[in-house]
T-cell receptor, first 113, second 111 residues
Framework: NAGVTQTPKFRVLKTGQSMTLLCAQD?????MYWYRQDPGMGLRLIHY???????AKGEVPDGYNVSRLKKQNFLLGLESAAPSQTSVYFC????????????FGPGTRLTVL | GEDVEQSLFLSVREGDSSVINCTYT??????LYWYKQEPGAGLQLLTY?????DMKQDQRLTVLLNKKDKHLSLRIADTQTGDSAIYFC???????????FGTGTRLKVLA
């Protein structure tokens, strides 16, 4: 099992460009999450999904969109990147919600110039 | 409100014990977790404790939970240089999607 994988690992964008981050899990988990990690702020939830075809907003959803067309994939899109979106992005999955354990991907480091 | 707090830094000498502390505010949490993040990597689950337990031991790791004070600690015995990392405390809220993370404690182990 690969667990949770993320592509790409690194990306540099110019302000206004768009991109999509891909998360894939092979554990048949229902719940998937996108977080961003910024220095001194821990992990903040951007969007999450409780099953195929469903998505919902987390704590900091502005400027991001998501899609969960297949159970194993969760995509995070930035339509018009801004420097404030420079961060490390982590995808996670869990069998269901709390208290099931979350499993994390290795992260994507995004820089917006 | 929901909040999880941790101190930012901890430095210990190799072979000593490390104690990383965490306080949380939500009394409806069911599991409390400790994750380890090494440089350039994702979060790796170290251990967890159910909220009706007081203590859990797993090899070099000991988790203590004081529900009255909403205080969680992680003790690492015989700390090694490979234990240098950021440690995150987290809680899950029963029946919801919510997992609330602390800001992380950076542990530095000095040889």
């Amino acid at each position: 099992n690969a667990g949770v994988t993320q592509t790409p690992k690194f990306r540099v964008l110019k302000t206004g460009q768009s991109m999509t981050l891909l998360c894939a899990q092979d554990m048949n988990h229902e719940y998937m999450y996108w977080y961003r990690q910024d220095p001194g702020m821990g992990l903040r939830l951007i969007h999450y999904s409780v099953g195929e075809g469903t998505t919902a907003k987390g704590e900091v959803p502005d400027g991001y969109n998501v899609s969960r067309l297949k159970k194993q994939n969760f995509l995070l899109g930035l339509e018009s990147a801004a420097p404030s979106q420079t961060s490390v992005y982590f995808c996670a999955s869990s069998l269901a919600g709390g208290p099931d354990t979350q499993y994390f991907g290795p992260g994507t480091r995004l820089t917006v110039l | 409100g929901e909040d999880v707090e941790q101190s930012l830094f901890l430095s210990v000498r190799e072979g000593d014990s490390s104690v990383i502390n965490c306080t949380y505010t939500d009394s409806s949490s069911t599991y409390l977790y400790w994750y380890k993040q090494e440089p350039g990597a994702g979060l790796q689950l170290l251990t967890y404790i159910f909220s009706n337990m007081d203590m859990k031991q797993d090899q070099r790791l000991t988790v203590l939970l004081n529900k009255k004070d909403k205080h969680l600690s992680l003790r690492i015995a015989d700390t090694q240089t490979g234990d240098s990392a950021i440690y995150f405390c987290a809680e899950s809220i029963a029946g919801t999607y919510k997992y609330i993370f602390g800001t992380g404690t950076r542990l530095k182990v000095l040889a």
